[in-house]
């Protein structure tokens, strides 16, 4: 069964979720006290929204300078016809690929890329213009984050 999509959940569920996106590691007292509920209305709701996957996990966001330490670039990736499957196999065991995505358009995968370093970041364009099935990558360094949400590489 699909999760419930954001617009589908009541009030109260989606502030939770926007509390915990803001700081996943928050109390559940002082979530309790920020909604005006009590706290085992906050650890019912979070029990719920566990096991029905609004919430699929939890993660760490890394500091602005361990961020600014490393190099972040995008990957656009074309695919010669069928080869989905076993690039997206070969790409899931890359740790320095932070999101990967199917998309529209001029590309097959767009993926965000985390490197500790400019020749780290060359060898893994390397590794992943020689995949079998990979016809054409372009690549996009970022430069600088102008708005982040943390959803992101982070």
């Known amino acids: 069964m699909r999760p419930p999509r954001l617009d589908q959940l009541d009030e109260l569920d989606r502030n939770l979720v926007t509390l915990l996106q803001?700081?996943?590691?928050?109390s559940v007292a002082q979530l309790a006290r920020q909604l005006g509920v009590?706290?085992?209305t906050v650890l019912a709701r979070i029990e719920r929204l566990e096991r029905t996957q609004v919430i699929a996990g939890y993660g760490v966001r890394l500091g602005q300078d361990?961020?600014?330490a490393s190099i972040n670039a995008y990957v656009g990736i074309i695919l010669a016809p069928k080869f989905g499957p076993s690039t997206l196999k070969r790409l899931e065991k890359m740790p320095e690929v932070q999101l990967l995505c199917a998309v529209s358009g001029e590309y097959d995968y767009v993926a965000w890329l985390r490197a500790g370093s400019p020749d780290r970041l060359n060898e893994l364009l390397d590794q992943i213009g020689a995949l079998e099935g990979v016809e054409r990558t372009t690549t996009s360094i970022i430069l600088a984050r102008k708005i982040d949400r943390g959803s992101f590489g982070g």
């Open 66 to 68: 361990v961020l600014d």
């Open 38 to 40: 009590a706290r085992t």
């Open 22 to 26: 803001a700081n996943a590691r928050e």
